[in-house]
C-alpha cells in the first residue's frame, strides 16, 4: 500500500484490517452495509483497488465503474429493492458531501425517496 492507501479507511476494509458488515467479497468489487444507514437497504460498493472518487477510476477505463454498478444492481435485486426502485449515489468532492477518498457507490433503497435531493 501507498503512503494515502494506508490512511485510506475503505483499503483497510477492502483488506480485512477494519471490521465490516461486508455483503459481496469479489475480486475487484466488495461491497458492505454502510456503518450510519441512511436507507432501509444501504449498501456501499466500493473496488480493491484505490481511486478517490468515480472519475478517477472512469479515467483509467478499466471497466470497474460498470462493474460497481453492474454489482449494486445484482444486490438491489437480492435485497428486494430492485423492483420498487433505489438510488445509486457517487458524492464527488467535498461539496457534493463525499467525506471517504476512496471511490464508493451507496446503494439506497426501501424507502420512497424525494427529488431534489439535499
Ligand atoms: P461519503 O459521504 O464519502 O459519500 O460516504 C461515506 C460513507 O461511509 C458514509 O455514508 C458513512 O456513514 C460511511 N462510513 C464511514 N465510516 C465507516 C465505517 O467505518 N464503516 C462503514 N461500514 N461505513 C462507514
Ligand atoms: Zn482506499
Known amino acids: 500500500m501507498t503512503t494515502a492507501e494506508s490512511d485510506c479507511l475503505f483499503c483497510k476494509i477492502a483488506a480485512g484490517q477494519v ?8 475480486e475487484r468489487v466488495l461491497a458492505f452495509r454502510d456503518i450510519n ?4 437497504t444501504h449498501i456501499l460498493v466500493i473496488p480493491r483497488e484505490h ?3 468515480v472519475a478517477s477510476a472512469a479515467r483509467a477505463e478499466t471497466g470497474l465503474v ?5 454489482e449494486a444492481h445484482a444486490l438491489a435485486e437480492e435485497e428486494g429493492i430492485a423492483g420498487t426502485g433505489y438510488r445509486l449515489v457517487f ?4 461539496g457534493a458531501g ?9 446503494l439506497l433503497g426501501g424507502r420512497g425517496m424525494e427529488w431534489p435531493p439535499g
Open 19 to 26: 471490521p465490516a458488515e461486508i455483503v459481496r467479497d469479489g
Open 37 to 40: 444507514p441512511q436507507a432501509p
Open 66 to 70: 460498470d462493474e460497481i454498478v453492474a
Open 51 to 53: 481511486h478517490p472518487d
Open 91 to 94: 458524492n464527488t468532492g467535498s
Open 98 to 106: 463525499q467525506t471517504v477518498f476512496h471511490l464508493h457507490c451507496h
